[in-house]
Nanobody
Framework: QVQLVESGGGLVQAGGSLRLSCAASERTFSRYALGWFRQAPGKEREFVARINGNSGRTYYTDSVKGRFTISGDNAKNTVYLQMNSLKPEDTAVYYC??????????????????WGQGTQVTVSS
């Protein structure tokens, strides 16, 4: 079973940056696609970004394109989410997740098997 641990959340002013990290308990990039989701209070968990470890292919939800970048370090078993130009509407708990099927698009919560505990990101206006 893969264990995922997120870190890097915090409080930042609008326009600022944060980098989230997700450390995996084992080598994941050759076996899984890794994604980031977020959940704001009173809202459903939503897809943010995804990376296919084998191909390096990335995919983003429209609202973060050009501002967020997902990347991975296979040697460290870690995936990152660099978040720039943050907006108050980016405020949420951010979750890292692993999908066994790396060939699909993978934007739905149910497509991911393993989840981290989440890290809070708060963007003040």
């Amino acid at each position: 079973q893969v264990q995922l641990v997120e870190s890097g959340g915090g409080l930042v002013q609008a326009g600022g940056s944060l980098r989230l990290s997700c450390a995996a308990s084992e080598r994941t990039f050759s076996r899984y696609a890794l994604g980031w989701f977020r959940q704001a209070p009173g809202k459903e968990r939503e897809f943010v970004a995804r990376i296919n470890g084998n191909s390096g292919r990335t995919y983003y939800t429209d609202s973060v394109k050009g501002r967020f970048t997902i990347s991975g370090d296979n040697a460290k078993n870690t995936v990152y989410l660099q978040m720039n130009s943050l907006k108050p509407e980016d405020t949420a708990v951010y979750y890292c997740a692993a999908d066994r099927d790396s060939l699909r698009l993978g934007v739905q919560v149910f497509e991911y098997t393993y989840w981290g505990q989440g890290t809070q990101v708060t963007v003040s206006s």
